[in-house]
DNA sequence: TAGATTGTTAATCGATTAACAATC
DNA sequence: TAGATTGTTAATCGATTAACAATC
């Protein structure tokens, strides 16, 4: 129908996921003054390899100059705009415990362009409650922040047990976005997607390499060995 | 040099991904009583198709039978085993901020053979203070954790901008496994293995598909015309 | 122009999927 | 035996990589 470059069509995921760690190797080199970059040196301050990221920016667009390199500024704001950062993003945070208290004090997310603008919980008990700055609300005022909040993103970090009940609660409300924190598989609609972060398991693939390391190294044979 | 099963190489890298998401459903099930599943079964309290499921476990060896399907128990040791959780690992925590306290007194770790041993921080003000029962403590005590607790794996909850000293200093120390929760590449030598957790990276790409629905929406119409 | 670096091509590699022979 | 389900094959799909023509 157009054009535009923003018409391209689907960027593969492998590259959506690494475009927050160039976006993030960008800032790191416009604080230290740094306005142009090359191919070579952004790949190596975001740890891929250069092909890579070229291959990744190509999805984008042409954003480069042969003989040059990109403008760090520049290729900032494109790959913002293509994430979706240029706008304010609303994001509420269900579940109270140690980690939904450290995820709310979490600085991290406001400084890009993710706003936390509700905690709740289920727990009548702690529900009132003020939690870096903000009042713990009922899961029943989902609805209101959704219309009224432009609530997008839900995160939840309470027990498994109860991770599929606040799951459907908030896909009811009309949130399509989930990032889940509990250990457990959730079951959503079309339309809703669910990122998973999981303590236990990334902890559960190190040992796996880690055991293989045993198995291998000098070390193995001296823990075999030793009393 | 043997014909033992455990002989195989080679497990993919996406398989072993997956690898704890089949003994978490496994885990459920036996806490259910169920003692016999088929991969369709299994596939589906994990979240994946059935061949997928029949290929993943077709690379630690043939431990169903056909015709009948696993045994849960049998299956959930096979997996256990293979990950390296028949063993106990034992775990620093570096970086004793909302983020390491909140990780500190998760008791997912625990679960899985993981056990947190130590707790460090670079900040003198920080170490002596209890946290979740473990005194805090200054990061000359590394090399002694190694060598006396078996520390193996080390978790980094820091700012980014000490994350690297903090990896380096346990790559000193000797641990080879390192999980990090800092925004930030870490730079390590080869044989060290490096994951990393970043939770706005997760946003954002949450926020990417959300804004490539809220652009094919009735929704997005409503919003553009809205006030 | 000469040197440098992008954007793209084509080859390779690894992961997923469907189908089905093997076999309980 | 008949029915069910695994383990494996082969085809497809997607991601990575190296190389280089395009071009600043």
Redesign the pocket.
């Known amino acids: 129908m157009s054009a535009d470059p923003s018409a391209r069509r689907g960027i593969?995921?492998?590259?959506v996921a690494?475009l927050p760690e160039y976006l993030r190797a960008l800032t790191g080199l416009a604080e230290r003054g740094i306005t142009s970059?090359?191919?070579?040196e952004?790949a190596a301050a975001a740890g891929?390899?250069?092909?890579?990221l070229?291959?990744?920016?190509?999805y984008l667009g042409?954003?480069?100059?042969?003989?040059?390199?990109?403008e760090v500024d520049h290729l900032a704001y494109q790959i913002s705009r293509e994430l979706g950062l240029t706008q304010d993003w609303p994001v509420a945070i269900v579940g109270m415990g140690n980690l939904g208290h450290a995820l709310a004090a979490y600085s991290g997310f406001a400084t890009r362009g993710f706003r936390v603008v509700a905690l709740l919980d289920q727990d009548p008990a702690i529900v009132g409650q003020e939690i870096a700055g903000l009042a713990v609300q009922p899961m029943s005022e989902l609805t209101a922040l959704v219309s009224e909040q432009g609530l997008a993103i839900g995160v939840i970090a309470t027990p498994a047990a109860s991770a599929q009940d606040v799951c459907d609660a908030l896909v009811a409300a009309g949130v399509r976005s989930i990032l889940n924190f509990a250990p457990c598989v959730l079951v959503v609609p079309d339309g809703v997607d669910v990122r998973k972060v999981d303590l236990s398991t990334e902890l559960q693939i190190l040992a796996f390499h880690e055991q293989r390391k045993a198995l291998a190294s000098p070390a193995a044979l001296r823990k075999a060995v030793a009393p």
Not at 48 to 52: F, I, P, Q, T
Not at 62 to 70: E, I, K, L, P
């Open positions: 593969p995921d492998a590259t690494r970059v090359s191919s070579e952004l891929v390899r250069s092909a890579k070229r291959k990744d920016l190509s042409s954003y480069g100059v042969r003989g040059v390199g990109y």
